[in-house]
Every structure is written in structure tokens, then in C-alpha cells.
């Protein structure tokens, strides 16, 4: 096995001007084949998830870095300009789509690396085990968790970043030779296609997003999580205008902390908050007076202001644990159809999850007796999970 710890060409300077990224432009647009693509973020850095180093490789125009921060978004389409409709190989691709698309870079059609591997049942899918079983080819990694926000960015992170497209098309070509062995390409198509419209689309708000502090469900009272809101609320603002992750801010451990304490009927104040160590220290006393202010719209709040101790979503369906009391006849389906299906995955040699997304799966047997493949495309699976699914329900449901 071979050990690669640099790209296979020498590394052109990072493109961060007009001039560098015509000359990209035009590279690109004379080669021909494949696009391989990647994105280096600044996760666990920056609040927001955008991109801090774009990598692109098209065969004899070779591997470009560019920094989408010196250019707006029709600058950078100009990517997809000069490819036109070649595939573009990303590995992973629902982690990169979303910056991808923020940057105004969505290309017409998509090869996930990652996705295929898992579609072909493979024990390991990162990077690095895909390039070592499938072309003996070990990558010498030591970067992942760099701060790519970083400027100027060191020699070695370039490296490092340009091995993540140099074995792309290569690796491609092994993984659709094996879905087309295993009658699998049409399964890979459909589901690059889905994931290019679902991730390269601007994500739905969440109700509540507060609810994700880490240990919320700690908090019993709703008061405690009325305080709690507040804090989260005045934490994310900070955190939004310093482009800084919330736990760098306030870790979530204080903002709950603090809830259970109040309880019921205990004052919030500010010695209540700094008898709570994450009030009282680095990150957290530095902005002693933000959450001061949330506990001042705290205490003007009435009870009927707190909120419900989980959010209520009339349409939502109740995990499968409690079918048998609110939809008995569900109950019976759903015992017949999941084990049935996990047995389906098994002889498949992929993962439950890959051929019976849960969300869908669920919705269609809580609300249906006898599924059918319009219900089930209709609940967000994809024509060959429909194709694979009916069959089943027709031999179980009769």
C-alpha cells in the first residue's frame, strides 16, 4: 500500500483574486471528464457553516484551491459555467451542499462517493478507508480539524486539503463499476439526485430550536425552561454577531444548570447565576450582563408565557411504542413490517435505514392499511425504496 502525504502536482497558489480565478475558469473549461469537489469549513469555530476553502480537480487542468470569501456568488457559479453538466464527485455531499449552496455553486448532477459505498453495503465509508480498500492508496491525514477560517492558510493544510480531490475520479470509477455489477447504479442515481435537491435548498427553521440544548429534558418545570429559552436566545444572538459557536459563549451545562435551580419558585437573579460555575467564569462572566438582561425578560414573563414541556405538533405521529393504545391496527402493521424490512436490509447487505428512511416509513403505516407505491413516493421515499417496499407490504398486508 502505498503512502501519499502530498498532492500529486505541485500546489498552485490559493486563487483569492479575479485574475487566478479566470485562469481557473479556463483550465477547468478546456479539460474534459468529471469534476472532483470538496469544501473545507470552519466547524467548531464560526457560528456560520460557510465555506473557507473550495477544491476542485478536473483532469489535465489539475487541482485549484480557491477562497470563496474573496468572491460573490456569480463569481463563483462561474465553476459550474465552465464544467457545464460534467458530474461532479463529492464525497459526503450533504455536509458540503448546503455551503456549497450558499456560495451560489450547485452543479447539475452529483457522484456522493460516500453514499455509493454505503448503497454497496461497505464496511468502511470515510475517505481515507474507501481510497485504502478500493485503491490501495493510504492518505497521510493530520488536518481535519484545523480552523480553515484561518489566514493566511499554512502550506501543509493546503496539502492536506488538495488529497481530498486528487483520488476522487479514480475512486468513482471502482464504485459505479460495482453498483453497475450489483444492479445498482438506478438505486445511486436516484438518490445523488434527492440529495442534491434536498441539501442544495436553504434548510427548513426549526420550531423551537432551543429545545437542542444538550440535557434539556433534564429541566421538569416549565418555568425552568422559560429561563432557559431566554438564555439560549440571548446566547445565540451573541454567538450570530461574533460568528463564534454558542458553546464557546456559554456552555450548555450553565444555561441548564441554572433552570433546574430556579425551579418552581426560587428567585432568578445574579446570585443565582453566579452560583452557577459557567456564570461565574471564562466564557460565561464575560457577557454577565447579556444574560442579566434575559433573566430581566425572564421575571416580566407570566406562566401562561412558559412554554409547554414538549412541543405539540397536531400532525406528528407518535413513536411506535405507544401505536398499541392510540392506533392498535397500526400496532399490527408495524410489528409485521419492521422486522420484515430489517430482514429485507440484512439480505441486502445495506444499512435499515437506506432502504426505509424512518420518517416515511413510519408515516405510512400509521396511516395507511395497505400501502402502495404512489403512498409511499408520495411520503418522501425514493422509486426504488417505493419498488422494493411495496412488494413487501403486498406479502405481508393481504
Known sequence: MS??????????????DDASLDACLAALAAADGPVGFD???AHGYR???????????????GTWLIDPTAFDQRRLGGLVAATEDAEWIIHAASQDLPSMAEAGVLPARIFDTELAARLLGKPGFSLGALLSAEL?????????????????????????????????????DVLARQLDERRRRHWAEQEFAWELDH?????????DPWRRTSRITDIRHPRGLALARELWQERDAIARRRDRPPTHILPDQ?????????GKDRPADRRALTAVPGFRSNPGSRYLSNWLRAVERFNA???????????HDPNAIPHPRQWERSNPSAARRWALVRPAVDELACELGIQVSLVAPPAPLQQVVWRQSHP????????????????????LFDELLD
Open 39 to 41: 469544501v473545507e469549513r
Open 136 to 172: 490501495d492508496v493510504q492518505l497521510r491525514k493530520a488536518h481535519s480539524a484545523v480552523n480553515w477560517a484561518t489566514r493566511p492558510l499554512k502550506q501543509s493544510w493546503l496539502d492536506y486539503a488538495a488529497l481530498d480531490v486528487d483520488f476522487l475520479a479514480e475512486l468513482r
Open 254 to 262: 450553565a444555561i441548564v444548570e441554572i433552570a433546574i435551580a430556579i
Open 372 to 391: 402502495d407505491e404512489a403512498q409511499l413516493l408520495e411520503a418522501g421515499m425514493r422509486p426504488w425504496q417505493a419498488d422494493l417496499l411495496s412488494g
Open 47 to 61: 457560528y456560520w457553516p460557510r465555506a473557507y476553502l473550495f477544491q476542485i480537480r478536473r483532469g489535465r487542468a
Open 3 to 16: 503512502l501519499v502525504d502530498a498532492p500529486r502536482e505541485p500546489l498552485r497558489p490559493v486563487v483569492a
Open 301 to 311: 414573563l407570566t406562566p401562561d408565557q412558559y412554554p409547554p414541556k414538549r412541543l
Open 199 to 207: 441539501y442544495g435548498r436553504p434548510p427548513e427553521p426549526r420550531p
